[in-house]
């Protein structure tokens, strides 16, 4: 495989890929604002940046993820197919495979990687990035290996997806509002330009490793999968919080009525957390937990 | 960009891919247990990976990110909604279309649709198919942005859109071949990518910004899912109507 051909015809793609909406932001660029962007020449390096940053790492790619993944793949495969469906030596490797290479694949996602460090400067530093990319990382982990299963015993798709939905609507229209967004967008970022060759090349595979399975038809579905359980996991993250938040609130206050029997409120040395600071005002770090409250549930 | 942040930079994505290298050396080792094959292009593969990642991160941060929250913000200020929408609609459409994974998953659909039968086999017809199909997700991310940037200017909740959304893609998806529900779901899922999904969500923090009574983290996002979404009914609805074909 010649690299610098490769790398040639790579820039080719993403030059393309990146034209269009060049032309349009241009476009709008001139005819709105009718001045070059604030920073011009630090927009033009930046996209110097993109085009090459996106170039090498396609090649990259190309030449040692994806590849890897997809013999590792068919050779785990061919495994389950000489071992026979015994559990521990034959499934249960693929499936190991399949979660960890999604968790950590997510993990090199550029997108997610810009977005979420996007959202911890939003959200004034609330919002850990690297907490957030290992939840969606945990979530398309997920999504990967139900999408093995379902290539491995030929589960319908629909099926899955259906159960995913039904999971995913009561959640995202009950859950505090201002984590629904993102959490909804997260399986977008995920599936970008590491994850979706990546599922790819992987599901083709092992479709092709495993007798009576289609590769065209078994093949598609992984990527849908990766997509919506990301929303999932964020969602029951975001609820499983919000629950948390509310007993803390309820113990305070039922330790402030005690601390009001007992003595003046205003010696209170910890703050109330989220009850008065309004939730569009960012927390610079998370409310201190008062220690009394740690001994209420070492007791309990 | 100076040395000494290209430096950090590099330090945090060596971070970020310091995982999977180890999955992949504990599987080849424990598992597979045979010494990989061509692993010198491979370790040049994963330098290029770590060089990429870091360029392409800080080009995101440094160009569409100001770009895409500039323009919104100086539209929004414009105060025209029919010139902001037809932006989204733009927007989504410029950066979906050229897609190398959705060209690649479009390639595939039309070979799955060639071995059901549903088009003849030929490469005219194969190329064909796959350009409508490009067309028709880059055209529905237009109408998702578009859908997304209307919601933001309103003030309603993503949730209901979304949710709305995924219910009506599971009731199609009843309704269709298994084939093309599959086809259909993934060109929504691989057509989200590395250049589109930072421009949305630009577009969609930007405005939540400039707009009063609008967070951006609450606001600005939801955009993405929306667009995710939209390929996903028109490849669905447009199986519908053209049945299985003889399968």
């Known amino acids: 495989m010649n690299v610098a051909l490769q790398i040639a015809s790579t820039t080719l793609t993403t030059v393309r890929d990146i034209a269009p909406i060049a032309v349009v932001l241009i476009v709008f660029q001139i005819a709105i604002v009718r001045r070059p962007p604030a920073n011009f020449r630090r927009v033009l390096i930046g996209i110097g940046h993109l085009v090459i940053g996106l170039t090498l790492f396609r090649v990259g790619l190309e030449m040692s993820i994806i590849p890897i993944g997809k013999e590792m793949a068919a050779q785990l495969a061919g495994t389950v197919l000489n071992r026979g469906d015994g559990f521990f030596r034959g499934v249960l490797p693929l499936c190991a495979f399949a979660a960890l290479l999604g968790f950590t694949a997510t993990l090199i996602e550029p997108s997610l990687i810009a977005i979420a460090d996007r959202v911890r400067d939003l959200s004034g530093g609330t919002l850990n990035a690297w907490h957030l990319r290992l939840m969606v990382a945990a979530g398309l982990a997920g999504g990967l290996l139900l999408g093995t299963l379902r290539v491995l015993y030929g589960i319908p798709l629909e099926l899955l997806a259906l159960g995913l939905i039904l999971l995913i609507a009561p959640m995202a229209l009950t859950a505090p509002r201002q984590f629904v967004p993102l959490a909804l967008d997260s399986g977008g970022v995920a599936t970008s330009v590491v994850v979706v060759p990546l599922i790819a090349a992987f599901g083709l595979a092992v479709a092709e490793t495993l007798p009576g399975r289609d590769p065209v038809k078994d093949g598609f579905g992984l990527i849908v999968l990766a997509l919506l359980m990301p929303a999932l996991t964020l969602l029951i993250y975001a609820h499983i919080t919000e629950r948390l938040r509310r007993l803390q609130q309820q113990r305070n206050e039922r330790m402030e009525g005690r601390s009001q029997c007992s003595s003046s409120s205003s010696s209170r040395w910890w703050k109330t957390p989220g009850s008065k600071t309004s939730s569009r005002q960012p927390e610079t770090q998370a409310p201190p937990e008062p220690p009394s409250s740690r001994a209420d549930v070492e007791k309990d | ?247």
């Open chain 2, 1 to 247: 960009m100076n040395p000494r942040a290209i430096a950090r930079l590099l330090r945090q994505n060596l971070r970020d891919l310091l995982p999977i290298i180890l999955v992949i050396a504990f599987f080849q080792w424990v598992v597979v247990g045979v010494p990989m094959a061509d692993a010198g292009m491979r370790m040049v593969g994963l330098v290029m990976v770590l060089l990429g990642l870091t360029f392409f991160v800080s080009g995101l941060e440094s160009s569409i990110f100001p770009i895409g929250e500039g323009l919104a913000d100086a539209l929004a200020r414009r105060g025209s909604v029919a010139l902001l929408l037809s932006f989204a609609f733009l927007l989504g459409f410029g950066s979906t279309f050229a897609e190398p994974a959705l060209a690649a998953v479009a390639d595939q659909a039309a070979e799955a649709a060639a071995t059901s039968g549903i088009i003849g086999h030929v490469p005219e017809t194969l190329s064909q198919y796959s350009l409508m199909l490009r067309l028709a997700s880059a055209a529905a991310i237009g109408v998702g942005v578009t859908i997304g940037v209307l919601r933001i200017v309103k003030g309603w909740p993503a949730a209901w859109f979304v949710v709305a959304g995924y219910a009506l893609v599971a009731l199609l998806s009843l309704a269709g071949t298994d084939t093309f529900v599959g086809i259909a779901m993934d060109a929504g899922a691989a057509a989200t990518s590395a250049t589109n999904v930072p421009l949305m969500t630009a577009l969609g923090v930007g405005l939540a910004t400039i707009m009063r009574g609008r967070s951006p983290l609450v606001d600005g996002f939801g955009v993405v899912a929306l667009a995710s979404i939209m390929p996903m009914l028109t490849i669905l609805t447009a199986a519908l109507f053209m049945g299985s074909g003889p399968a």
